[in-house]
């Protein structure tokens, strides 16, 4: 089977034109889609995890977990799929999810915004395709990362703890929390 810019050239060749090139997006197209994969499972296995965690632990137990966690997730996945893969966001909690240098404009042009306005965003890296994917801040979301004034005693305390840098509070259901992102090789 063919890639279908592939039949528009063979087809152009034997009509004699000229066959029309690739846009960047068609080019990057496979290797978009390894990344919303890879992204698919690092966001499934950190909602579980973050699920069970608040089953057992409450919101004060999902940061635990989320602060030791969701790091290895990634690595892991990443590692799986062949693939660099984090979260970022333009309020992060921890410093070492702060925005690569790639994403960092779009980052912060999306700041303040609902989820809803921004989509999914494709770099071309050179020899890598870099990829954003928006995350929705949820219902669930909101016992750790809305209005700092509601957050609980036991909350506020675990985050102090964890993230004394903390600026990922005060957000609302539907706010734009930030990005997973994924490089992924051109091969």
């Not at 000229?18 to 919303?36: I, K």
């Not at 410093?95 to 042009?109: M, T």
Request: hydrophobic share 50%; net charge positive; charged share 20%.
């Amino acid at each position: 089977m063919f890639p279908r810019s592939a039949l528009v050239t063979a087809s152009a060749v034997l009509l004699g034109a000229a066959a029309p090139a690739p846009t960047a997006r068609e080019r990057a197209e496979p290797f978009v889609s390894e990344a919303e994969q890879a992204i698919g499972v690092l966001r499934a296995r950190l909602l579980q995890r973050l699920t069970e965690a608040m089953a057992q632990g409450g919101a004060a137990g999902a940061i635990d977990a989320c602060s030791i966690e969701a790091s290895r997730l990634a690595a892991d996945v990443g590692a799986t799929r062949g693939v660099a893969l984090g979260r970022t966001g333009f309020r992060v909690r921890n410093p070492n999810n702060a925005p690569r240098a790639w994403a960092a404009a779009a980052v912060q042009a999306a700041a303040g915004k609902k989820a809803s306005e921004v989509g999914l965003l494709v770099f071309d890296l050179g020899d890598r395709v870099g990829v954003l994917q928006p995350i929705p801040l949820g219902a669930m979301c909101l016992a750790c990362h809305g209005a700092r004034a509601s957050l609980g005693a036991d909350v506020a305390a675990a985050l102090a703890a964890r993230y004394p840098l903390d600026r990922a509070v005060d957000f609302a259901p539907g706010d734009l929390r930030g990005f997973f992102w994924a490089e992924v090789r051109k091969h």
